[in-house]
């Protein structure tokens, strides 16, 4: 996989050209170059979008172009390592929630954000990298949104399989689960099916060809590898490195305040978001009474009256 070329140094210092700068990070096999962009200007609050995946670019964070400017948020754009606009290193051993944890801080002391300013929101996997920094680094935050993501990933293949598996076409879902099993996730049936009976219910509800650009153009960009790494090959629960992933227990200690925020018809349960809220200290729960896991686009004013109504809040 080829990476980007690197700036030369007069193009890596702390001037922006039209919102956009790309970081350096360090990282254990060397030193690569993150793409973020700044939209706005508000010294009190500062959100940084982590996109989900891992590596679906944050093109479809774009929805917020219509909500945050005119609540007067500052925001950045960020594509996390590995992920379309960044540097895309071939070493599997990058791809881990404690080196993405890492990146994120020095993305934050490369921005200049810190407690008096820095709200953290991440949607599904960036939910997952959200809890993983509020538990290693919540000094540095003003506040924390998960969007999307429960504190889980073996509550979340449990619900799949106990919710969502059974309301599904039963003969369809063998097909999806026989290709699965054959590793032939390429094959044309696996993604008809999959948007048939899954994604135009619980990813976004209405037809996947009339999917708003940015997110055509975030699945489109995606890198598949480091995302079935992670999340694994199948789109009906996680297999891959995080399969055993859960901080439920851990939530006690997120004391900066907290939105989790999810949605009745999304992958993840929406009760089990709530209890998540009820564990925060500081924590608060809304969910979208018509979204999905892309409640940011399918139930798009409620979603965000809820997520600005917190960060204009804090």
Known sequence: MAIHPYLDSAARDDRWSGGVRRIPVTTPIGEFTVWTKRVGNNPDLKVLLLHGGPAVPSTYWECVDSFFPGAGIEYYYYDQLGTYRSDQPDDDRLWTAERYVDEVEQVRR????DASNFVLMGHSWGGVLAIEYALAHQQNLKGLVISNMMSSIPAYNDYARRVLMPAMDQGKLARVQALEAAGDVAHPDYEALLHEIHYVHHVLRRPVAEWPDPVQRAFANANQHVYSLMQGPSELGASGRLVEWDRTEDLASITVPTLVIGARHDTMDPAF???????????????????????MYDDQDDYFAAVVDFLVGL
């Open 273 to 295: 978001l709530e209890m998540m809220a009820s564990r925060l200290p500081a924590g608060r729960s809304h969910t979208c009474p018509e979204g999905s896991h892309m409640a």
């Open 110 to 113: 490369a921005l200049g954000l």
